[in-house]
């Protein structure tokens, strides 16, 4: 390696400065917040629902509204399509989750206590790549129950794809997918994480 | 001649501005009851079914029609009367007589739990829940009452229903006496039903002994008034036959004023007499509980107003609205001011405790307030309702009742009852009044033989009453409760953890059917679109019950089941568990299939009931 890049990469080994040791500390409320918050929610709009149906996707549950009788509701109209029962225990990725999230706030406060840049980085990294694997594996997941059609359903219907971000129409009814406040804390996290390098990295420049 | 045109002229002049003005009104109050499309009206309307044994419901101010509510007859829409537990209620009878209803009240105003109706015909109470509209309670016939007219007038905090009856009979019932022997062997009797607090669950308490006159109708006091009631009635004569002109001949007939306080003292002391299982009070042993106060010539209505004071009643055949001060009937029962007694039943003084005689017109029969101080009269014989102030009255107004008389408007036709919302408790609302009307004449489109009845609703929120709507009902409505839509907050669904049924079953896994000799148990589920078990195999008398849930718990998702050629009509709301039951008396295949729409598969929701001959 060059002197160069070495220069450019020295800045990693520095300490992390006041500031951002209580930037990666709020981080770590935050991510450890989404541990209990609603991560996203799915709404169903049809015309004979008064209130639309409701489902929270939590890090470690699926709640629907009306006391978790939306949920038996969406499994009623799926079947006449033919798509598979929605259920908690198909979301294998709910069993370790929480555990993640709670890693990532044990690395957040590593870094705040012991840390230099390089451990702030190494949360970033690690949490980009992570929540790029969940919203796959949730587009993934909608993307398998709706193209797995049971042929031998009431209504013949071509398999959809169904919005992940956003609102697609199927028959008579709207669905609505978008990210709950739970992932807002995620992205707060993450904010948070990038601005706590930004800062004690700005420092290093000055200081040099 | 010169003045013979002037009057013409004059004339024109009325006919003219008459026209216009009254056009320019009409539209403008019209649309006052206007609820735009998939807009609520703001007051539920609670009419008496009559004789059909319903309970009607609409809203105001559209009028439109919302709902019926079987009490004290099958429905087959409803499914009311063909499950065991409606069925058990209406017991052997198919109809009922609905006059009466009465919501009921706490602290003297309206609290939104339950309705009460009465039944004329076979001396029984009903009580519906008004979270779900449904009937809960029905009790009856009523031990020794015979005509439950005078009925149900609820307590000021729905201690009691109060009930009088109409008829008198030999007491106890079942007990022969000639008819020509009315006099001293027939009775009238007054009830009270005891509400319980938490549950509302009904029983009767205690009866008073009366005179075979007929009760008519009755209100209950609050305020000064609080713990009394009150009733007029016709037949002071006690004739027996040819009621039209024999009951009509004297000039005053009785009113009652109950102080069921006291009654219930009385019930409590042991003095009473145990008639067919219920304590009855002889109102000349157990001094305080009833007197009597002359009314003029056949009265119907008695209504005490808000403040609980004065106590109006109508005339019916003489044309007066009678005013009495609850005051002075307090002041001459103390001071023993009696011009009289009947069978040990003292006779309030009537000039004394008489306020004044309104003369609001021909044929008075029920009064209802707004609470601002304006009394409603109907005139069945006017066609036309009168508005009238209450005392106090100063001086001059005294000398001629008929300066009190402020307004008067037309009804069509021939006007019953009206009802004003929370005319009967402290706080009438004030801003709706409807009349209902016993002859519609040739007003609707023609309809046959039989008409439908009139109701009216006229705006009394200014200082003359105008009317904004009118709409046409099945026989027969007599009386109604207005209640604020937003004081109740009725279910939607009958949720799973609120479903009490012991044979209810929510896992299709659950649902089958079991066998005990010659008892066939099955356990069915309905949900959209399909009955689980949907084929039930059973042998030639064997004798069947199904539990049936619906676990839909979406509003409006409804299931039912109606068996080819077996008497049957079940609903199931959803969350609801209904148990039906049957015996197989002939072989064969019965499809049995969902009665009430219930999704795009709604036609496919079928099954069979296959009965193969026994072995």
């Known amino acids: ?208 | 001649m010169l003045r013979h045109v002037a009057y013409t002229i004059a004339l024109f002049a009325v006919l003219l501005t008459g026209c216009s003005s009254g056009g320019g009104g009409d539209d403008t109050a019209t649309s006052r009851a206007e609820v735009p499309i998939g807009e609520k009206d703001s007051h539920y309307l609670f009419y008496s079914g009559g004789h059909s044994g319903q309970v009607f419901v609409s809203g105001i101010p559209s009028m439109r029609d919302l709902s019926r509510i079987p009490v004290f007859a099958p429905s087959p829409g409803h499914g009311y009367g063909y499950d065991d537990e409606s069925r058990e209620m209406l017991g052997d009878y198919t109809w009922g007589d609905v006059h009466h209803p009465a919501l009921s009240k706490t602290d003297g105003t309206y609290d939104g739990r339950w309705l009460f109706v009465n039944d004329n015909a076979h001396n029984r109470i009903a009580r519906i829940d008004l979270n779900t509209f449904k009937t809960a309670e029905i009790i009856g016939p009523i031990p020794n009452a015979s005509g439950n007219h005078g009925s149900s007038f609820v307590t000021e905090n729905t201690e009691y229903a109060l009930t009088a009856t109409r008829f008198s009979v030999p007491l106890p019932k079942g007990r022969y006496a000639p008819v020509e022997d009315y006099e001293e062997e027939f009775n009238g009797i007054v009830s009270g039903i005891a509400i319980d607090e938490e549950t509302g669950s009904m029983g009767v308490d205690w009866q008073i002994l009366t005179p075979p006159f007929n009760w008519d109708l009755g209100s209950t006091g609050k305020g000064p008034s609080s713990g009394w009631a009150f009733w007029t009635s016709y037949n002071s004569e006690m004739a027996s036959d040819s009621l039209e002109i024999q009951a009509s001949q004297m000039d005053r007939d009785y009113a009652a004023f109950v102080n069921w306080e006291a009654a219930e003292d009385a019930a409590e002391d042991g003095n009473y007499t145990m008639i067919d299982g219920v304590p009855v009070i002889d109102p000349a042993e157990a001094p305080g509980v009833m007197y009597f106060v002359p009314v003029a010539k056949s009265p119907h209505g008695i209504d005490v107003t808000p403040d609980g004071r004065w106590i109006v009643a109508g005339g019916k055949l003489d044309p007066t609205a009678q005013v009495f001060d609850f005051e002075d009937v307090q002041a001459a029962i103390e001071e023993e001011d009696f011009q009289g007694e009947v069978r040990g039943i003292p006779v309030l003084n009537y000039d004394r405790v008489l306020e004044g005689a309104v003369p609001v017109g021909q044929g008075p029969l029920h009064t209802q307030y707004d609470g601002r101080g304006n009394a409603y009269t109907s005139l069945f014989i006017e066609s036309s309702v009168a508005k009238w102030s209450l005392p106090p009255w100063t001086d001059e107004e005294k000398e001629d009742l008929s300066q009190v008389v402020t307004d008067k408007i037309d009804i069509h036709y021939n006007i019953g009852h009206l009802v004003i919302g929370g005319s009967d408790t402290r706080e009438p609302q004030g801003d709706w009044l409807v009349a209902m009307n016993k002859i519609a004449g040739d007003r609707p489109l023609r309809t046959g033989l039989s008409k439908p009845e009139t109701s009216q609703l006229i705006d009394i929120s200014g200082e003359e009453m105008e009317m904004v709507a009118e709409s046409y009902t099945s026989p027969e409505p007599h009386f109604a409760q207005i209640l604020p839509a937003d004081a109740i907050q009725p279910d939607q669904v009958l949720r799973q953890s609120d479903n009490d049924h012991p044979e209810a079953v929510w896992d299709p896994e659950e649902a089958g059917i079991t066998r005990d000799g010659n008892e066939v148990t099955v356990h069915m589920i309905a949900q959209r679109s399909m009955f689980t078990p949907d084929v039930i195999e059973v042998e030639q008398g064997e004798d069947v019950t199904i539990h049936v849930t619906n676990v839909e718990q979406v509003a409006d998702m409804i299931h039912g089941i109606g068996i080819g050629e077996h008497d049957t009509s079940i609903i199931m709301d959803p969350g609801e568990t209904k148990t039906f039951s049957f015996s197989t008396e002939e072989t064969g295949v019965f499809p049995f299939y969902c009665t009430n729409f219930c999704s795009a598969l709604h036609q496919e929701m079928q099954g069979y009931i296959a009965v193969r001959p026994s072995e």
């Open chain 1, 1 to 208: 390696m060059d002197e160069a890049s070495r220069s450019n990469t020295r800045f990693l080994d520095r300490p992390l400065n006041t500031t951002s040791r209580i930037l990666m500390g709020l981080a770590a409320l935050l991510v450890a917040g989404a541990i209990l918050a609603p991560l996203w929610q799915i709404r169903l709009e049809a015309p004979m629902y008064e209130d639309p149906l409701l489902m929270d996707i939590y890090a470690h549950k699926l709640e629907s509204g009306n006391d978790g009788q939306d949920l038996k509701e969406i499994n009623t109209l799926n079947k006449y399509v033919g798509m598979r029962t929605i259920q908690e225990a198909d979301f294998t990725e709910m069993d370790w989750m929480p555990f993640v999230l709670g890693g990532f706030a044990l690395l957040a406060l590593r870094a705040m206590f012991f840390g230099r840049i390089r451990n702030a980085v190494d949360v970033g990294v690690l949490f980009a790549y992570f929540g790029a694997f969940s919203l796959y594996r949730f587009y993934y997941q909608m993307y398998v129950y709706a193209q797995n059609l049971d042929p031998t359903a009431p209504m013949n219907m071509e398999p959809f794809m169904p919005a992940v971000i956003g609102s697609n129409t199927v028959a008579n009814f709207t669905q609505w997918s978008y990210p709950n406040w739970g992932s807002a804390l995620l992205a707060g996290f993450i904010m948070l994480v990038v601005a706590a390098i930004w800062r004690s990295r700005n420092e290093s420049h000055n200081a040099s």
